[in-house]
Every structure is written in structure tokens, then in C-alpha cells.
């Protein structure tokens, strides 16, 4: 919305004749909808606040109802209610997945698959011959095979740190090991001994009772 507006607008037109399909709202609903919405799309505070939206931050319902929830925007907010009450199940989700099955390619790392979902998600809906190719685009592409080349490196160098630390954990748990079944003997040998001390002081208590 707030980096097309007009692409916006032709997704809220479809939006309304769905719902007209399904006979959810009617035309005159739907048509006053529409100027509802590109009359919001032209209104500076809106715009403000379209660009400091923060879907991990902010609640979607709560930014239309301080924005839409007015007289002028009746229909509007109508076909928002409409689409926040909608129950969408795990459509979603289960896209979602559909998508991952088919970006996977075998020794696909975390961070690639990642990377592809936000190309895709970040091109959807797009028209490819709306796309500017600038020089930015042009310099990360051609600088693509070395950006890998370096990530490898660094993950070398993350596995070799990763690997060591295990190795020093593993060491220092052996001499643990070693120093508690250690202490274990020492209190046996010791248990043992004051034992044999506590039986002799006894024996000597005896016999000095016996000689009395």
C-alpha cells in the first residue's frame, strides 16, 4: 500500500468484486469502497502513518480503527471488518509450504531458502516489466559469486571457532569427570577409615570399662 498506490487500489477493486461475488456487500457498498479507499490513499496523515506501519510491531485492526473508523470511510471499514472477520484456517501456512517444497534443492542452507522466500514474497504480484533494473541491482549481481565465496570463508571460520569450543567443552567435562570420581574415592577411602578409628576407640572404651 504504501509503495503502490495504484497497485494497491487494482488489489481493492478485486478485493470488492469478490466480495460482491459472494454476496457479502453489494455494489453500491462496493463502489463507494473504492472512493473511499483512494480518497484515504490521498490523505497526508494516512501516508505518514502507512510508512512507520510496522507489521511486527503494530496490530493491523488497531491501525484501521484509529485510521478508517469514521463516517466518511462507512462502506470502507465495512469491507475491513468483513475481511479481518474472515476465518482463513491454515491457508496460509499450508501455502506457505507449498512454496519451501518448491524452492528446495538438496544442500539447500537455512539462510538460502530464507533469502529466496523474501525474493518471492518481495515480487509476487509484481509486473517483471515494471522492474527497474538500477546499477545497485546490477553491482549485487555481479558481485554475487564473491559475496558467496566470503560467506564461506566465514562459515569456515564460525565451524573452526564452533569446533574448538566443543573441543575445550569436552575437556573440561573429562577433568570434571575425573576430579568428582576422584572425591568420590577419597570420601570412600576416608568413610572407611573413620570407621575403623570409631571401632577401635569402642574396643579401647570396653576394655577400659572391663579393667574397672
Known amino acids: 500500500m ?6 494497491s ?12 461475488e459472494s454476496k457479502h456487500i453489494t455494489s453500491i ?14 490523505v497526508e496523515e494516512f501516508k505518514t502513518a502507512i510508512n512507520n506501519f510496522d507489521r511486527n510491531s503494530h496490530r493491523v485492526d488497531s491501525f484501521f480503527a484509529e485510521h478508517i473508523y469514521d463516517s466518511r470511510y462507512q462502506e470502507l471499514w465495512h469491507i475491513v471488518l468483513i475481511v479481518l472477520k474472515l476465518g482463513h484456517g491454515n491457508a496460509q501456512v499450508e501455502s506457505g509450504f ?21 525474493v518471492y ?14 546499477q545497485e541491482m546490477i553491482k549485487y549481481a555481479r ?21 574448538k569450543r566443543a573441543l575445550e567443552k569436552k575437556a573440561l567435562s573429562e577433568e570434571l569427570r575425573k576430579l568428582q570420581s576422584k572425591r568420590q574415592k577419597v570420601a570412600s577411602e576416608i568413610g572407611t577409615e573413620l570407621s575403623k578409628i570409631d571401632s577401635d576407640i569402642l574396643d579401647l572404651k570396653s576394655k577400659l570399662v572391663n579393667n574397672m
Open 98 to 118: 507449498s512454496v519451501n517444497k518448491d524452492l528446495l534443492v538438496p544442500n539447500l542452507q537455512q539462510r538460502s531458502l530464507v533469502a529466496l522466500r523474501r
Open 121 to 134: 514474497d518481495s515480487i509476487r504480484g509484481l509486473n517483471p516489466a515494471s522492474i527497474t533494473v538500477s
Open 2 to 7: 504504501k509503495s503502490n498506490p495504484s497497485r
Open 143 to 163: 558481485n554475487a559469486h564473491a559475496n558467496y565465496e566470503i560467506a564461506k570463508s566465514r562459515d569456515r571460520e564460525n565451524r573452526s571457532v564452533a569446533q
Open 9 to 20: 487500489t487494482d488489489r481493492f477493486k478485486l478485493l470488492c468484486e469478490k466480495l460482491l
Open 29 to 42: 457498498q462496493a463502489d463507494a469502497a473504492l472512493k473511499q479507499f483512494k480518497s484515504l490513499l490521498s
